[in-house]
């Protein structure tokens, strides 16, 4: 296992630099958790300070990382919970009906949220429940249906969890387009339930990020994708001209750097046998948008930025492993065989 390992340590050197010297010498213990998919899948942790490393085998899907450990469904469509010592024990709190068609959930800073689908394509009901990690305050926060092909969906927090950000989301089509896309987005109040669009909505079913109380999103403009750029706080607006791009007519993937100032998003040209993507950083303080580098016929997808904001970390919609698209050069490096998943805390 130590040599089935060893591709990951390049990864753990890349994330570790930026580590503070406060992490360093205290508890818990920060550790990045990849996956490598099979018939079953193998799940890598590896401790930050250490460089230790630990694999376990399960046999399930839908893997989210929180701060307090990984979560996954089941082959019996169980919710369980595995820390870096490979211990799977049944989640504590969250619990799915037998007649459950889909689960989608978020875990932002201590709260998570999780919105369960039922029903029939023609008729589907959601139920979207809160709590903190720990359990406490566990609630349902949002009910709505029945809905003919539409659900809602937990996009993120804010930053002072006071409100969840939703979607409503095409029930079919959301899962065949190569890129995460939003329809028509939506802020919950979580103290008093209010529900209200967020500002332009509905617009296109194209890309679209919330963080550190800005929004960005993707609009058809004249010639592609424009960018528009909101302040939640004071309501002001930056527009920033697409790119023109002939043929890349599909855009998605949208995701804020840290600082809520900069977002790199995809664009895409489909043929009956292959698909090319190109990345665009836009600039909201600068006022630009530029294409990062050239195409690239391996479909990746965003995980997050880097927390120094160099570099988005990308993985494959068909295999494993891990890149990374340089902000500054527009290169992408494949830095894992393993796919990274995000990082928890053990104690």
Request: glycine share 10%; net charge negative.
């Amino acid at each position: 296992m130590a040599a089935g390992l060893s591709f990951i340590f390049t990864l753990f050197i890349f994330l570790c630099f930026s580590l503070p010297t406060s992490a360093q010498s205290t508890s818990p213990v920060p550790h990045e958790i990849f996956i490598t998919q099979g018939a079953s899948s193998e799940l890598h942790f590896i401790n930050l300070l250490t460089g230790a490393q630990s694999s376990v085998t399960v046999n399930g899907d839908n893997f989210l990382v929180t701060p307090e450990g990984l979560l996954f469904v089941d082959e019996s469509g169980e919710v369980q919970q595995i820390n870096e010592r490979g211990d799977i024990k049944p989640h504590p709190f969250i619990s799915l009906p037998p007649e459950i068609r889909r689960l989608d959930w978020i875990s932002t800073g201590d709260q998570i949220a999780w919105t369960i689908t039922v029903g029939t394509p023609n008729s589907l009901i959601t139920e979207t429940w809160v709590a903190h990690l720990n359990g406490e305050n566990k609630r349902v926060v949002f009910r709505d249906g029945p809905r003919d092909g539409i659900r809602a969906y937990p996009v993120t927090f804010s930053s002072d969890g006071e409100t969840l950000f939703m979607d409503y989301q095409p029930h079919t089509i959301a899962d065949i387009t190569p890129f995460q896309q939003y329809a028509a987005l939506f802020s919950l109040n979580l103290d008093t339930g209010d529900t209200v669009s967020l500002p332009g909505e509905a617009a296109c079913y194209c890309g679209g990020d919330i963080r550190d109380g800005q929004f960005m999103r993707m609009v058809l403009g004249s010639g592609g994708f424009d960018i528009r750029a909101y302040d939640l706080a004071n309501g002001s607006l930056h527009v920033l001209t697409g790119l023109e791009r002939p043929g890349f007519t599909l855009g998605g993937d949208l995701t804020i750097a840290p600082g809520g100032s900069r977002a790199i998003y995809a664009l895409a040209q489909l043929s009956a046998d292959n698909i090319e993507t190109i990345f665009v950083l836009a600039d909201v303080a600068s006022g630009t948008v530029q294409q990062l580098g050239e195409a690239t016929a391996e479909p990746l997808r965003p995980i997050g930025w880097t927390d120094d904001g160099e570099a988005l970390l990308l993985r494959s919609r068909i295999q494993d492993g891990t890149w990374r698209l340089d902000v500054k050069t527009g290169e992408i490096t494949q830095i894992a065989q393993a796919t990274y998943l995000g990082a928890m805390l053990a104690g």
